[in-house]
DNA sequence: GATATTATGGATGAAATCGACTGGAGTATT
DNA sequence: AATACTCCAGTCGATTTCATCCATAATATC
């Protein structure tokens, strides 16, 4: 992990179609070079996948939730998460409650169904999503590396 | 917005560095035909940007927070996210608390030292993230759809 | 049945991939 | 300390694969 390597996650992050051309470019390498740097920060894990960030509300998804849950059985809930479709993430979290959970879903209609079901593992505190200021930010070096 | 579009949605969600023949085989089209609905998906502004998903705790990054925040002022607040490094996502929230800020940071001590900082803005309740046994779900149709 | 939209096929140009080669850092040998 | 050896990362050039463009065909819409 050099400043090199750096230089492509961040770029990565950013823009995952591109071509390895540009990114040498940008980061001062052949393509040939680039390639197995991406390839090597894919086998260490450094890189877990490459995916397209889609806007739910263009999807008729128009209202996203957090939900802070704690479940009576925690091993049920989180096979609840896995398999319900308007779930897109599932933290386990210590502090107040025990997950912390976000919704994705059509309507405040389809909220309160999930809530609903939510009831049968625990008790959910719902926070709703007005807006995001910060979406998904790059995961950038710490000072001193 | 047909079943095509929404099966090309979720493979690029999954995996956004594929082939548009790879694709196309798998959607049953040629690669002209789907390289003509990414671009519409694109333009539509359905598909936002591609990104690379990273592992934190390989960029020594261990330790993932979410920040509920009541600050004083909210529009500095939210300034203050923008421009802190390892605030990744913040997310203004309706319920308890008038944000959700996600924190990726090196260890427990940059993690305080953040929260010193946020004291500034207002009083952080913080939620440490122990797992994530939902990571990155991918959006999908509703029902009626 | 006319028209607009979407898909296909083939040709062209660009990118990814592979192998051979180069240069430099580090290490061992004398 | 100088030389030679090894290993690693990068470059270059050739080949294969992919993206893109355009003309045409099929499909759907009214």
Redesign the interface.
């Known amino acids: 992990?050099d400043e090199i390597d750096w230089s492509i996650?961040t770029q990565?992050?950013?823009?995952?179609?591109q071509t390895m051309i540009e990114l040498g470019k940008k980061v001062g390498l052949t393509s040939p070079s680039v390639t197995e740097r991406v390839r090597r920060l894919e086998d260490?894990?450094?890189?877990?996948?490459?995916?397209?960030?889609?806007?739910?509300e263009?999807?008729?998804?128009r209202v996203?939730a957090?939900i802070l849950m704690e479940p009576k059985d925690c091993m049920k809930y989180?096979q609840f998460?896995?398999e319900q479709?308007d779930?897109?993430?599932?933290?386990?979290?210590?502090?107040?409650?025990s997950y912390?959970?976000k919704v994705?879903t059509?309507s405040v209609h389809?909220l309160e169904d999930h809530i609903n079901a939510c009831l049968e593992y625990g008790k959910p505190?719902?926070?709703?999503?007005?807006?995001?200021?910060?979406?998904?930010?790059?995961?950038?070096?710490?000072v001193n590396?």
């Open positions: 992990m996650l990565l992050q950013e823009n995952s179609r260490q894990g450094v890189i877990k996948k490459y995916g397209a960030l889609v806007a739910p263009k999807l008729n998804k996203t957090f989180v998460t896995k479709p779930i897109v993430e599932c933290h386990r979290i210590a502090g107040m409650y912390l959970t994705v059509e389809t505190t719902t926070l709703i999503v007005l807006s995001s200021p910060v979406e998904q930010k790059a995961i950038t070096p710490s590396e």
